[in-house]
C-alpha cells in the first residue's frame, strides 16, 4: 500500500515542479511497461502467452491506479486551499495527467473499487473545482448503474460502500 502524500503548507511553486518530475518518474515507468506488454499481448497468438500477458497487465494496472489514486487525492487536498490560479492549473493539469495515466492502465471491472474509487474523486474534482455539475452527475450516475449490476452478481463490501458514497452525492447534487 502506498502512503498518502500530504502537506502541511501549499508547496513553493520550485518544489511543485520538481514534485512533478518525481511523481511522473514514479508513473511513466510502469506506464511504458504497461504499454508494452499490451502490444505483445495484442499480437501473441499462443493463449499461454496471451494469459500471463494479461496477468502482467492488470497487476501493473492495479500499481498504476493506486500509485495515480494516491497522488490525486494529495493534488485534490492542495486544490482545496490554493488561491494561487497558476497554482490551481499546475496542480489540476497534473491531476489530469494522473487521471490520463489510471485510464489508460484501465483493465478493471465497473465494480472494482480501485476504479469505483477514482471515479468517485474525478466526480469530486469535477463538480467542485471545475464546475461541469451535468456531466458529473451523468458521469456518477452511470457508475452506480454499471457497477450495480455487477455487484448482484458478485457482491464486494468495498465495492457497495462506494457505490453507497456515490448515491449520497448524487443525493446533495441533483436538485429536488
Request: proline share 3%; glycine share 2%; hydrophobic share 40%.
Amino acid at each position: 500500500m502506498l502512503a498518502q502524500v500530504t502537506w502541511s503548507t501549499i508547496p513553493s511553486w520550485e518544489e511543485s515542479y520538481k514534485l512533478r518530475l518525481v511523481l511522473n518518474n514514479a508513473v511513466i515507468p510502469r506506464l511504458q511497461a504497461w504499454r508494452a506488454i499490451a502490444d505483445i499481448e495484442g499480437k501473441s497468438e499462443d493463449e499461454k502467452d496471451k494469459n500471463l500477458a494479461l496477468n502482467h497487465l492488470k497487476k501493473i494496472g492495479n500499481e498504476i491506479t493506486e500509485l495515480c489514486g494516491s497522488l490525486l487525492d494529495s493534488i485534490y487536498s492542495l486544490l482545496r486551499s490554493e488561491r494561487d490560479p497558476e497554482a490551481i492549473v499546475f496542480y489540476s493539469t497534473m491531476g489530469g495527467d494522473f487521471c490520463r495515466y489510471m485510464r489508460e492502465a484501465q483493465y478493471l471491472e465497473a465494480s472494482h473499487p480501485l476504479r469505483l474509487t477514482l471515479v468517485l474523486h474525478l466526480s469530486d474534482f469535477y463538480y467542485e473545482d471545475v464546475h461541469l455539475r451535468a456531466e458529473v452527475i451523468d458521469m456518477a450516475q452511470d457508475a452506480v448503474i454499471e457497477a450495480s449490476k455487477l455487484l448482484e452478481k458478485a457482491p464486494n463490501q468495498e465495492s457497495s460502500v462506494i457505490v453507497q458514497q456515490f448515491k449520497d452525492r448524487l443525493s446533495l447534487w441533483t436538485p429536488l
